[in-house]
DNA sequence: CATCTATGTATACGCTGTCAACATTACTGT
DNA sequence: ACAGTAATGTTGACAGCGTATACATAGATG
């Protein structure tokens, strides 16, 4: 039960400390750079430590990817309930925030969607449903939108794959550096994907 | 001049046969799993030999970025061309052909999107440049949109933007498997992103 | 206190990217 | 035609990587 470190043998809490540590490595050094050895060592451990806590180096990521996901669940729902009752606004914010933790976090948002998880190997379940809660609260948002009468009567999961990708695309975009100039700034960020998803909200043809 | 490979100590055309290669391994194992010197077997020469032809392993890469978004110009531009003349056609098919293409190459699309590529090391303008062309076409398509009064008057760049995001987010999650059952097969795709950019259009409000 | 299990270490293996030194071929000017 | 040079390929070496195996230590359980 020691929780200091370097003192005692066994670590005492070196599953989070690793995990940590590891956000802390892929922030510096991109999720393509970051190596087990370089962790341990960052952790204060032999190089083979870390295989007591996670089977692979892929399982590692993917427990920093579902952190991720819980995170990005947390923030948007955070921002939809902010404005509850308004669900255009509600809509408009949870995009906001999508986009501004991937700016804020882009190497580990590449880590969650870039295909360094070999989904092969990887329960997977547990990935997918975390991503699956950040989903279905988008879902969510847009039928009750939809039953108050705010937004068009199509297919719920249309509508929210819409909002989604299109979100989701200006975050990548953004955190792939092909926007460069254009959105760098968190101001900046945040006005341009409340304006883009205006867009798509009162869409793009001439009335 | 010799372009038969294997008889002679020079090959040849090492350069072309690495790229064409390094596309197949890539999409045999991704990007991720992708090692120089397995390349360097498959394409019959010693593991250093790459390095007379790319300075690195990243340029090596960037290169084949490059030819990707060669094929994106091109696909998007040819599917505009077949419906010159009406824009709103033109927009959805350019969607659907860079959807289609993403899903066709998703290892490829991965490589050149999801941060596998070091943009500090690499001259970077080459690959700005060829993505920028694809973007700039559809900036064209939506500014002669807008002058026949087809789409709204609002900032070219901003539409493009919310257009390019909409398809290039459904790309991404479609090749990062996060679409996994919703859009599996060929056809559901080009359903599908026609619809999403169709919603694009007309807006998600009721009106 | 004895023992079992969880956790950490030491060592070894093959694979990786890259560098330096050398070999072979193609191209160049006289 | 031939010498010299540049282009292209090979060999060998190095450190770093992921990971399997065998061993060491400490906490928990009886």
Not at 51 to 58: E, I, L, Q
Not at 126 to 145: K, R, Y
Request: negative net charge.
């Amino acid at each position: 039960m020691n929780k200091r470190s370097g003192e005692t043998y066994h670590h005492g809490n070196l599953h989070g400390t690793l995990i940590a540590a590891a956000i802390e490595l892929i922030r510096d050094k991109g999720p393509n750079a970051f190596s087990l050895r370089e962790l341990a060592k960052k952790a204060g451990v032999s190089h083979t430590a870390p295989y007591r806590h996670f089977k692979d180096k892929n399982a590692l990521l993917v427990a920093i990817a579902e952190t991720g996901f819980k995170t990005l669940t947390e923030r948007t729902r955070n921002a939809a309930m902010q404005f509850d009752g308004d669900p255009k606004r509600q809509l408009i914010e949870t995009g906001v925030a999508y986009v501004e933790l991937a700016l804020d976090n882009p190497e580990i948002t590449q880590l969650m969607f870039g295909g360094f998880i070999d989904m092969e190997k990887c329960p997977k379940e547990n990935l997918d449903s975390e991503a699956d809660n950040a989903f279905q609260g988008l879902v969510n948002l847009i039928e009750s939108g939809k039953q108050s009468g705010v937004f068009r009567n199509e297919e719920t999961e249309l509508l929210a794959l819409a909002t989604w990708s299109m979100v989701h695309g200006l975050a990548m975009l953004i955190t792939g550096g092909q926007l460069c100039g254009i959105a760098d700034e968190q101001d900046q960020v945040r006005n341009l994907s409340a304006k883009v998803e205006s867009l798509l909200m009162e869409g793009i043809l001439t009335r």
